[in-house]
């Protein structure tokens, strides 16, 4: 415990930069060594400007004392860059943050299917619809649900996520005894009581503008995958989204209407290559083999495929009688060619008449599974696709065969 008031003195300097820190860190071993270097040695750090060297001058672990005396007090737990229970996945990321404050219990991140939810708070009641099925879905299937604690999408992951009865993870832009927005002073407390609340922030800290664009770094960091529900083109949601690959870490979106500019960020991270998602498996699929003791398949089981053409349909006490099954629409060979390549692909490799597996066309296809089912989504909403329950997908048009030029 008393090695820790040296850990709080480090990260709370102001005008020593992170990376400054972090080089201290690698330089001296531990922040107590760095408390105790002299002048020249902290000179001899690469990059370390002289105005930082002015400011570790001050040796006063006073501030210190009193912030851990308030964890103290409020059941604030601290972890250091160097504890064992510190995420291997945060280490990992550019800036990682020193110390976390907790309240609640801290879980094994690197053993967990971590999943950001993330999305705008000025949301649509689709995006709400969204979160809360999305929440819910993933939390059932074995994923631990992060967020944000925003109002809007967040806010509605989180509920969702805790109704099912799911270990959630709340990211905060001030201190963990803060709460924001005030009237989600209940859903703090359900996260403090059945997860975790975690901030790189001292408690008492008020949420300012800039501390969430540098929070979202740490709720990727700690994610496997992050899924953004709704967004707008200047969403602090892609800002986590963005972060996420930057850490090479994927990125799931839920499309939305074309004409809603709520979902004008999703469908352009979509584009991007992000992973397109419809429900929860959508996303977790992707991790069954990687996470087979976590992850809880929740597949309905598939419906009964329409009777092929001409084969009677019986009825008890009825006359057998031929049931007519409308013929497919034709999707011309020009119309094929006009398709995203993904997309073609994918067509050509479902069937009119059995129902195949995302997983199954992208090892056929040699593509990764979210190209796949991003390919798929857009596939659906065209109508040339669509779902038979579960994850199954059967194609809907019939593809008109290319016609050879007749040879002069």
């Known amino acids: 415990m008393a090695a820790l008031k040296y850990w709080v003195w480090l990260t709370t300097l102001a005008g020593v930069s992170e990376d400054t820190r972090l080089r201290l860190l690698?330089?001296?071993?531990?922040?107590?060594?760095?408390?105790?270097?002299?002048?020249?040695?902290?000179?001899?750090?690469?990059?370390?400007?002289?105005?930082?060297?002015?400011?570790?001058?001050?040796r006063s672990l006073d501030a210190a004392e009193r912030?851990?005396?308030?964890?103290?007090?409020?059941e604030i737990f601290v972890v250091t860059y160097a504890d064992a229970l510190?995420?291997?996945?945060?280490?990992?990321?550019?800036?990682?943050?020193?110390?976390?404050?907790?309240?609640?219990?801290?879980?094994?991140?690197?053993e967990e299917v971590a999943v950001a939810v993330v999305g705008t708070r000025d949301c649509t009641p689709y995006g709400i619809r969204c979160a809360e099925k999305l929440g819910y879905e993933?939390?059932?299937?074995?994923?631990?649900?992060?967020?944000?604690?925003?109002?809007?999408?967040?806010?509605?992951?989180?509920?969702?996520?805790?109704?099912?009865?799911g270990f959630t993870c709340g990211v905060l832009g001030g201190g963990v005894d803060v709460v924001y927005p005030k009237e989600n002073r209940r859903l703090y407390e359900d996260v403090a009581a059945r997860g975790v609340l975690l901030s790189e922030y001292p408690p008492e800290t008020e949420p300012k503008s800039w501390h969430f664009p540098h929070r979202n770094r740490i709720m990727s960091g700690l994610a496997v995958a992050t899924l953004v529900?709704?967004?707008?083109?200047?969403?602090?949601a892609l800002i986590t989204a963005k972060a996420a690959w930057e850490q090479g870490r994927d990125v799931f979106a839920v499309p939305g209407s074309i004409f809603a500019k709520e979902s004008v960020g999703c469908h352009q991270l979509i584009r991007d290559g992000a992973g397109a998602v419809t429900c929860g498996w959508d996303l977790l699929g992707e991790y069954e083999s990687r996470y087979p003791h976590k992850i809880r398949p929740k597949v309905a089981p598939?419906?009964?495929?329409?009777?092929?053409?001409?084969?009677?349909?019986?009825?008890?006490?009825?006359?057998?009688?031929?049931?007519?099954?409308?013929?497919?629409?034709?999707?011309?060979?020009?119309?094929?060619?006009?398709?995203?390549?993904?997309?073609?692909?994918?067509?050509?490799?479902?069937?009119?008449?059995?129902?195949?597996?995302?997983?199954?066309?992208?090892?056929?296809?040699?593509?990764?599974v979210h190209r796949v089912l991003s390919a798929l989504t857009m596939l659906e909403i065209a109508g040339y696709a669509a779902t038979t329950g579960g994850r199954g997908f059967i194609r809907r048009v019939h593809i008109e065969e290319k016609q050879e030029e007749e040879e002069a």
């Open 26 to 58: 690698h330089a001296f071993s531990s922040p107590e060594d760095v408390y105790f270097a002299d002048k020249g040695d902290l000179a001899l750090v690469k990059g370390i400007k002289k105005e930082e060297l002015q400011v570790l001058e001050n």
């Open 67 to 74: 912030i851990l005396e308030k964890c103290g007090k409020k």
């Open 86 to 110: 510190y995420p291997q996945r945060l280490k990992n990321i550019y800036h990682p943050p020193l110390l976390l404050y907790g309240k609640g219990k801290m879980p094994l991140f690197d």
């Open 138 to 165: 993933l939390s059932q299937q074995g994923a631990l649900v992060i967020s944000g604690m925003a109002r809007g999408i967040d806010t509605a992951a989180m509920e969702e996520a805790l109704r099912f009865g």
């Open 229 to 236: 529900v709704e967004a707008p083109e200047t969403s602090g």
């Open 302 to 368: 598939m419906p009964p495929l329409p009777a092929a053409s001409g084969e009677p349909k019986r009825a008890k006490g009825k006359k057998i009688e031929i049931e007519e099954v409308p013929a497919l629409p034709t999707l011309s060979y020009e119309e094929l060619a006009a398709l995203e390549m993904d997309q073609q692909q994918v067509l050509q490799s479902l069937r009119e008449d059995m129902s195949r597996i995302s997983d199954d066309i992208a090892v056929e296809l040699e593509l990764p």
